[in-house]
């Protein structure tokens, strides 16, 4: 980060990966909205094996994402719980 403007990498697994560059120009939206200006964003998919990130922790992101959408509540974009 460089002042107000953000570069971003994100790795997800294969879906995760799909449906952020599917929504590409939401999520800058979303950075732009917050007083972020992104100078770069690249996503990249990674194994859809677990990683060692902490799944509280990941939940906890998540959720905070969840709250901060209009409504609070997840897209229709969003994978329904099986």
Same mark, same amino acid.
């Given at each position: 980060?460089?002042?107000?403007? &953000?570069?971003? *990498? #994100?790795?997800?697994?294969?879906?995760?990966?799909?449906? &952020?560059?599917?929504?590409?120009? %939401? #999520?800058?939206?979303?950075?732009?909205?917050?007083? &972020?200006? #992104?100078? +770069? #964003?690249?996503?990249?998919?990674? +194994?859809?094996? /677990?990683?060692?990130?902490? =799944?509280?922790?990941?939940?906890?992101? %998540?959720?905070?994402?969840? *709250?901060? %959408? =209009?409504? +609070?509540? /997840? +897209?229709?974009?969003?994978?329904? /719980?099986?």
């Amino acid at each position: 980060m460089n002042g107000a403007q &953000l570069v971003a *990498r #994100l790795r997800a697994n294969s879906a995760g990966a799909d449906r &952020l560059t599917r929504n590409e120009a %939401a #999520l800058r939206q979303r950075f732009e909205g917050s007083g &972020l200006r #992104l100078g +770069g #964003l690249s996503i990249r998919a990674v +194994g859809d094996e /677990p990683d060692g990130f902490d =799944p509280l922790v990941a939940q906890a992101a %998540a959720a905070a994402y969840a *709250r901060s %959408a =209009p409504g +609070g509540m /997840p +897209g229709t974009d969003d994978e329904t /719980p099986r």
